[in-house]
């Protein structure tokens, strides 16, 4: 049971590439998140689902883009990065409010 | 909307001693107070929570009290040890989707 997992744990970007972060969860749960984490911010939430094929707009969703095809997946992309993106990304899942989290990606924007 | 305001941002205090972090929210319809501990390098893990219709909720060292009046609630440490050592988070909630706002963090340093 490895919980919740994302992948990659490390990237670094330049001005106008793209990228998707994975984040997948083994312990069935509908709910699913993304968060981002900046210094002196705690943590603000991009997207969310509550259940596969369903996504919705979090407090700072503007750049982001989210897809849960499968239960067990969401997926964050990032279209064309801006290096106001650099930030630490969390995936979660719950379970009536409990929220699991990953360990984290760590992304800059150059 | 929602706000969360958690102080102080730094916390220093002799190992044995207690610990306490306060947080404020601003609307009188959450109903949900979770706090979360972040190790170096690691996502949040939930410690304890306490819903509204609690005033106090105790884990051994670890207890979470809540004023709904004051619209406050607090996370108390006691005998704190060097594993304490981490930042700390309060949230509120105010849906059934459980969306979480958040405070900024309170970096608790267990001196020896």
């Known amino acids: 049971n490895a919980g919740v997992t994302q992948t990659p744990k490390f990237r670094v970007l330049k001005t106008g590439q793209s990228m998707t972060l994975l984040c997948a969860q083994d312990m069935n749960h509908e709910y699913m998140y993304w968060y981002r984490q900046d210094p002196g911010m705690g943590l603000r939430l991009i997207h969310y689902?509550?259940?596969?094929?369903?996504?919705a707009k979090g407090e700072v969703p503007d750049g982001y883009n989210v897809s849960r095809l499968k239960k067990q997946n969401f997926l964050l992309g990032l279209e064309s990065a801006a290096p106001s993106q650099t930030s630490v990304y969390f995936c979660?899942?719950?379970?009536?409010?409990?929220?699991?989290f990953g360990a984290g990606t760590r992304l800059s924007v150059l | 909307g929602e706000n969360v305001e958690q102080h102080p941002s730094t916390l220093s205090v002799q190992e044995g001693d207690s610990a306490v972090i306060k947080c404020t929210y601003s609307?009188?319809?959450?109903?949900?107070f979770p706090w979360y501990k972040q190790e170096l390098g690691k996502g949040p893990q939930l410690i304890i929570d306490i819903r509204s219709n609690v005033g106090e909720k105790k884990d051994q060292r670890i207890a979470v009290t809540l004023n709904k009046t004051a619209k406050h609630f607090s996370l108390h440490i006691t005998e704190t040890q060097p594993e304490d050592s981490a930042v700390y988070f309060c949230a509120a909630s105010i849906n059934s989707n459980y969306q979480l706002i958040w405070g900024a963090g309170t970096k608790l340093i267990i001196k020896p």
């Open positions: 979660a899942s719950s379970l009536q409010g409990f929220l699991h």
């Open positions: 609307d009188s319809a959450s109903n949900y």
């Open positions: 689902s509550v259940g596969e094929g369903t996504t």
